[in-house]
């Protein structure tokens, strides 16, 4: 499983936003530049984001985004279904999706829920404020 380019800078872009939690508002453009996202692309996932509910935003003079709730609130696993849709390892997986030639023959499809609900546990535990640090300790010598 790999996320798209876009779920990866969600992650990033919502990083970022939540190191300015508490702060000033910032814009899709303030964000891409801290980033590195290329400004079209970091408007693209903040009007994602903004739809989910994740990112609030406002106009005029003093506007800009922030976070919709706050950073220990908001998880990875959040921030991927904003962007990708829910959390599917495979079709069958997916309420009301019966497209599968295998349906019904299949000896995997049961096991496949079990799967899917432990990836989704897993990105859930993980928060946002835990991924807006800068530096993550691994264990590992740096």
């Known amino acids: ?23 000033v ?5 303030m964000l891409a530049a801290e ?10 996932i903040v009007s994602l984001l903004t739809r989910a509910g994740l990112l609030r935003s406002s106009r005029g003079t003093g506007g800009g985004i922030q976070l919709a709730r706050p950073a220990a609130a908001i998880s990875l696993a959040d921030i991927v279904e ?10 069958c997986v997916d309420a009301g ?6 349906e019904g023959s299949c000896k995997v499809q049961p096991h496949w829920g079990a799967v899917n609900g ?4 897993a990105l859930g535990q993980v928060s946002l404020a835990s ?3 800068d530096h993550i300790t ?3 010598p740096a």
């Open 82 to 91: 904003a962007i990708e849709g829910p959390i599917a390892m495979a079709a």
């Open 138 to 140: 691994t264990g590992a």
């Open 25 to 29: 508002r910032v814009s899709a453009a």
């Open 118 to 121: 432990a990836i989704k546990s």
């Open 1 to 23: 499983m790999k996320l798209s380019s876009l779920a990866d800078y969600a992650v990033v872009l919502m990083g970022a936003a939540a190191r300015h939690c508490g702060g």
């Open 97 to 102: 999706r019966h497209d599968c030639a295998l």
């Open 131 to 133: 991924l807006s640090h």
């Open 35 to 44: 980033t590195g996202v290329p400004v079209p692309t970091a408007q693209k």
